[in-house]
């Protein structure tokens, strides 16, 4: 009773709102009120991590495992604007809650069990200057904070901007990508406890906030294979599905 008197006070001199819809959060409810959080459209790639449409997409091109994300992306839908939060109104505390929500998922199915550590897709130091942090490693921390999974964010860096990918296709995508990816000599995640400085034969979950057509995260994983023979994972926040 003291807590919940506590926090009722709390939330009235500091209310918070919904990262989505913006009304004011209740009680036990974070970042999501109940209703945007039960009306997120979940993928169905939990149920099949392996083979799934969005896998599918990474066939061919990397040796790819698993390939999952958390709901469909449509631009301008009401889910979007969590992501739109995360990247352009300094939200990083989104991208933990967000990663944190792909880890629940993720330990309800074991699809963290054989993976060896998470690379976020890395920004340019411009990028990262501008909007004061990379969007994928507040992801990739969320997800660190329930599978204790090494986070290794300086193995690969990105060197150029690219035009933007809204009006080109597939195949267009997949150019626009080529070389903005750079592997470094050293790799280490970022805190330090759990080193690895060998990225061979290791399998490596690869997280960005949103996949289109998988161009970047095909041209982030080719550049980390040069560093040796490995296989990759995948989970996203967004999946925005033809």
């Not at 507040?138 to 964010?153: D, M, S, Y």
């Not at 289109?212 to 095909?218: F, K, Q």
């Not at 294979?225 to 989970?235: D, E, L, N, P």
Request: glycine share 6%; aromatic share 10%.
């Amino acid at each position: 009773m003291k807590f919940s008197l506590l926090g009722n006070i709390i939330d009235f001199l500091f209310p918070r709102y919904c990262a989505i819809c913006d009304e004011r959060l209740l009680g036990t409810e974070e970042m999501l009120c109940a209703t945007c959080l039960q009306d997120l459209p979940i993928t169905p790639t939990w149920e099949a991590p392996y083979e799934n449409n969005m896998a599918k997409m990474f066939w061919g091109r990397i040796p790819i495992e698993k390939s999952v994300a958390l709901f469909y992306y449509h631009s301008h839908s009401n889910p979007s604007y969590i992501i739109y939060k995360l990247k352009y109104h300094h939200r990083p505390d989104t991208g933990n809650y967000l990663g944190r929500l792909i880890a629940s998922k993720g330990i309800e199915s074991d699809f963290f069990k054989d993976i060896d550590a998470i690379i976020p897709i890395p920004i340019t130091k411009s990028r990262r200057k501008t909007r004061g942090y990379n969007q994928s490693e507040e992801i990739a921390r969320g997800i660190q904070e329930r599978t204790h999974l090494p986070i290794i964010t300086d193995a690969i860096r990105r060197v150029t901007f690219t035009e933007s990918q809204t009006q080109k296709d597939r195949w267009q995508r997949l150019e626009n990508v080529k070389h903005v990816f750079q592997l470094s000599d050293t790799y280490h995640d970022k805190d330090g406890k759990h080193p690895i400085t060998d990225l061979a034969g290791k399998h490596l979950l690869i997280v960005d906030d949103v996949c289109t057509t998988g161009a970047t995260l095909i041209s982030c994983c080719e550049e980390l294979q040069k560093a040796g023979k490995m296989k990759f994972s995948i989970a996203t926040i967004g999946w925005a599905a033809e």
